[in-house]
């Protein structure tokens, strides 16, 4: 009987806990998971060039690290092991529609490559970044922040209107992180759990906002106390990465 164990983490807030950071404790449980025969992983809202500095320091404790919602993932060595892509034709409609909403920040990213909106300008047909994303056939995510509230729901509810069967809206506060129809954390940690070789009910995973239930509802999860109600609905309870991993290895 196979009893090999996964364990995914989201990363800002979950395994890199404020004011702690990533700790010498965690990256201990981690390296003793790994050793024992077991995958350890990190999954981000962050896109490629956004985690840089994520791969370049911690790439060497996990099997895996996937960006951008689980839509782009890499191996140990920093090869792409799977990325999903929307349709590029409806990029440039869905940046205008959420400038014109209003927004702190905008930006997609096609595979490895991240584009900003500068939002100091219109953003209409002439706007550089508009250019730019009409150049691309394929998006692999779309994030925005909105504030005030108010401008977040109008953002979720007029993108899920005219886009629901394009995108996927993961919610992060008041962020919005948009890879293509269908993934989220959820399905990008089974598709890594099949590749892995594990099976779903030895995989666990770690998050503290919603766009991580996805993962904790559908498998062994875990939240931090700080978590958002979705989160901890579903999940156990626990201080930190590391107390997660010592739990997994003793309990199950």
Aim: net charge negative; hydrophobic share 35%; with cysteine.
């Amino acid at each position: 009987m196979n009893d090999k164990k996964l364990f995914a983490t989201d990363f800002d807030g979950t395994l890199n806990l404020y004011p702690h950071g990533v700790t010498e404790e965690y990256l201990a449980r981690i390296t003793e998971f790994r050793e024992a025969g077991n995958v350890f992983g990190i999954i981000t809202g962050r896109t490629y060039s956004n985690a840089e500095y994520i791969i370049k320091d911690y790439l060497k404790y996990c099997d895996f690290i996937m960006c951008m919602t689980g839509a782009y993932a890499i191996d140990t060595e920093n090869r792409t092991l799977f990325e999903y892509f929307g349709d590029g034709s409806v990029l440039p409609d869905i940046l205008k529609t959420i400038a014109a909403i209003g927004t702190g920040y905008l930006f997609f990213a096609d595979g490895r490559k991240s584009y900003q909106i500068d939002l100091s300008k219109p953003v209409d047909d002439d706007h550089e970044g508009i250019i730019e994303a009409r150049r691309h056939k394929t998006f692999t995510q779309i994030n925005a922040c909105f504030d005030p509230e108010e401008h977040f729901r109008e953002a979720v509810a007029l993108l899920e209107e005219k886009y629901g069967d394009k995108i996927s809206l993961n919610l992060n506060g008041h962020c919005v992180d948009i890879p293509p129809y269908g993934v989220d954390k959820g399905t990008a940690v089974a598709r890594m759990a099949d590749y892995f070789g594990v099976s779903y009910d030895n995989v666990f995973c770690a998050g503290d906002n919603d766009n991580d239930a996805s993962m904790i509802e559908r498998f062994n999860g875990y939240s931090l106390p700080h978590g958002s109600d979705k989160c901890r609905a579903a999940a156990k309870i626990m201080n930190n990465v590391g107390e997660m991993l010592e739990d997994v290895m003793k309990n199950h």
